[in-house]
């Protein structure tokens, strides 16, 4: 057969699989689509399906089947990434910013540093560290995966709790959003090549000059026009942080921050959201699953991305326990707002990635980080759904 012919294969297991186990198991409420998707992705991967067919696995999923995959991937990633950036409100975090300002800087700095703390742990032992790493980068790159937030992920996950247009919804999107730009701010200095610098200033420059420029574009043209104008910028953005030494997610993450929500039909732009995940995102999961390893050994993985996901859970709850005591909220509240944000999904999974293309972290790393990812998304919908019921009253609560 052609390779085309293999590609098209490959294109109906990654779209069958996940959606077949979802709706036959009906795992919604404890493993959205998503979540499926991308545990679908692992059992695809070399350590499971490759493990038990490698003759298939080689066949179906060859180098240039996997290169055309990535091609589709790449692009279907960096549009979840730009929609990401454009839902953030720093209007409503500024009108809130004190509230907003100690949440945030708790539920990202609690995690941060007990995530840090397992990954001093696991440089102990051998085969954690990538090739080109130095232990700094590895242990901010592990703690900051600790902290994340997954605001896309989560926007999805609280539209399906019916709270996302809510004043409790809204909080929750200030305090991520606040949060994913530190996340992304942090991992530009990590994968900083400071051979490039001189590049990495010039696109800093660059992005600020032309960014007003394009703000200044982007509020005189028809809203129609707005999509193709944004979606040009997003590959010029993608292209230049990459040029820079930088990560084309980065780019793509600065190139939605800079543009602002009212701009855009939110209705289209949710629209948008939920069809990239549905044409194109499923794809990105499957490349995604073909880079785990279980070389180091399977209980070692596991025993990392345990560790990984008490610290992550365990310090967002801290966190919010702590933003309660000096917020006054009510009792309860603070945990149902820590388990809200402890959503990893898939912005998680984008920054492991950016790692391992940069070779900080190991293959087994990434896979301790995936199973964390996908953990941490499982718990979410459970552990929120009684507390809400049960707080129900707090939902209209704008502060």
Not at 288 to 298: E, F, H, K
Request: with cysteine; net charge positive; proline share 4%.
């Amino acid at each position: 057969m052609t390779t085309t012919e293999y590609y098209l294969i490959a294109m109906v297991i990654i779209f069958s699989v996940p959606y077949l186990i979802w709706r036959l198991a009906r795992t919604d409420y404890f493993a959205p689509l998503v979540v499926v998707q991308t545990v679908a992705g692992i059992l695809l991967g070399p350590g499971v399906l490759g493990a038990a067919f490698p003759d298939f696995h080689a066949t179906v999923f060859s180098a240039p089947v996997i290169q055309s995959l990535n091609g589709l991937a790449w692009w279907a990633v960096m549009l979840f990434v730009w929609i990401a950036g454009i839902e953030l409100d720093l209007k409503q975090a500024w009108q809130h910013r004190r509230e907003s300002g100690i949440t945030a800087g708790l539920a990202l700095g609690v995690p941060l540093v007990l995530g840090c703390g397992v990954a001093a742990a696991m440089l102990l032992w051998p085969g954690w560290l990538g090739a080109k790493a130095s232990s700094w980068q590895f242990v901010l790159g592990v703690g900051m995966a600790c902290a994340v937030t997954a605001l896309p992920v989560l926007i999805l996950l609280m539209e399906k709790m019916d709270i996302l247009r809510k004043p409790l919804g809204q909080r929750i999107l200030r305090y991520s959003s606040l949060d994913d730009i530190a996340i992304w701010g942090v991992l530009a200095i990590i994968v900083m090549d400071w051979e490039r610098v001189g590049r990495q200033a010039i696109f800093l420059a660059g992005f600020a000059a032309v960014g007003v420029l394009f703000r200044g574009l982007m509020q005189r043209i028809p809203p129609r026009d707005r999509w193709y104008v944004g979606l040009i910028w997003l590959g010029v953005c993608g292209f230049a942080a990459d040029w820079a030494g930088l990560h084309f997610m980065v780019g793509a993450f600065l190139a939605g921050a800079i543009i602002d929500t009212h701009w855009f039909d939110q209705d289209q732009l949710d629209a948008l959201r939920h069809n990239v995940l549905l044409v194109a995102a499923p794809v990105y999961f499957l490349s995604t699953g073909l880079r785990t390893q279980w070389t180091v050994g399977g209980a070692s993985v596991f025993i990392a991305a345990g560790a990984m996901l008490a610290a992550a859970v365990i310090g967002k709850l801290i966190a919010t326990g702590l933003a309660g005591r000096i917020l006054k909220w009510a009792p309860g509240e603070g945990a149902l707002i820590g388990w809200l944000l402890q959503t990893k999904g898939l912005v998680m999974i984008i920054f492991a990635n950016v790692l391992l293309d940069k070779q900080l972290i190991s293959g087994e790393t990434f896979t301790a980080l995936l199973l964390m990812a996908v953990a941490s998304t499982m718990l979410t919908t459970p552990m929120v759904t009684p507390r809400l019921a049960r707080l129900a009253h707090i939902v209209q609560r704008s502060t």
